[in-house]
Nanobody
Framework: QVQLEESGGGLVQAGDSLRLSCAAS???????MGWFRQAPGKEREFVAT????????FYADSVKGRFTISRDNSKNTVYLQMNSLKPDDTAVYYC???????????????WGQGTQVSVSS
């Protein structure tokens, strides 16, 4: 079974930075990895995704220019560097593994348990 282990969440002030990590274990071939988030009372939304090679990335408009997704295939790990955090970024952040570099959460096959990011004003 594929397992995703997330870390790096926490409680920070507006303007601070956090770096989320998600390490995947199991058998993998060519796969994309992505980040999604879900705020209280909201639906899960796309944040960023990256192709297996790292050549292709997509970002939600709300985080573009502030967040950077990257991956280290030797470690089966994806990262999300979050800068200039805002209170609206407060959510549970989930990493996911999928076959293609897509924005829809329905296209991802495996999910982590999530890590809480809380940003105070």
């Amino acid at each position: 079974q594929v397992q995703l282990e997330e870390s790096g969440g926490g409680l920070v002030q507006a303007g601070d930075s956090l770096r989320l990590s998600c390490a995947a274990s199991g058998r993998f071939g060519v796969y994309a990895m992505g980040w999604f988030r879900q705020a209280p009372g909201k639906e899960r939304e796309f944040v960023a995704t990256i192709s297996w090679s790292g050549d292709t990335t997509f970002y939600a408009d709300s985080v573009k220019g502030r967040f950077t997704i990257s991956r280290d295939n030797s470690k089966n790990t994806v990262y999300l560097q979050m800068n200039s955090l805002k209170p609206d970024d407060t959510a549970v952040y989930y990493c996911a593994v999928g076959r293609l570099t897509l924005r829809s959460p329905s296209q991802y096959d495996y999910w982590g348990q999530g890590t809480q990011v809380s940003v105070s004003s």
